[in-house]
């Protein structure tokens, strides 16, 4: 098991940007993917978005595209999420997250396809 550390989160107003960063503390060799997930209080854990490190393709849930933007640094091993336009909406728990070793063409989509998470990183939007 990879341990992840997530971080970055913070409390910001409406307009405002954050960027999350998650870094796995173990060797990773392979593909993987990794993501972001996030949960509001009395809400389901949703996922935000996700990056296949084979081909570099992602995923953005509908309500954060053109606003949020995950990006992978190979060098630093590092996974970021650039939040930018954030709303009161998007206050919740980030969590990271990856599914080592994974073999395919896209991320999966379920939560529970995901072995490895991150503590969380807590997120608050003010209007």
């Known amino acids: 098991v990879v341990q992840l550390v997530d971080s970055g989160g913070g409390s910001v107003q409406a307009g405002g940007s954050l960027r999350l960063s998650c870094a796995p503390s173990?060797?990773?060799?392979?593909?993987?993917?990794m993501g972001w997930f996030r949960q509001a209080p009395g809400k389901e854990r949703e996922r935000v978005a996700t990056i296949y490190i084979g081909n570099s393709r992602t995923y953005y849930a509908d309500s954060v595209k053109g606003r949020f933007t995950i990006s992978h640094d190979s060098a630093e091993n590092t996974l970021y999420l650039q939040m930018n336009s954030l709303k009161p909406d998007d206050t919740a728990m980030y969590y990271c997250?990856?599914?080592?070793?994974?073999?395919?063409?896209?991320?999966?989509?379920?939560?529970?396809?995901?072995?490895?998470w991150g503590q969380g990183t807590q997120v608050t939007v003010s209007s």
């Open positions: 173990g060797y990773t060799t392979g593909d993987y993917c």
């Open positions: 997250a990856a599914r080592i070793p994974y073999y395919g063409w896209r991320c999966p989509d379920s939560e529970y396809e995901y072995n490895n």
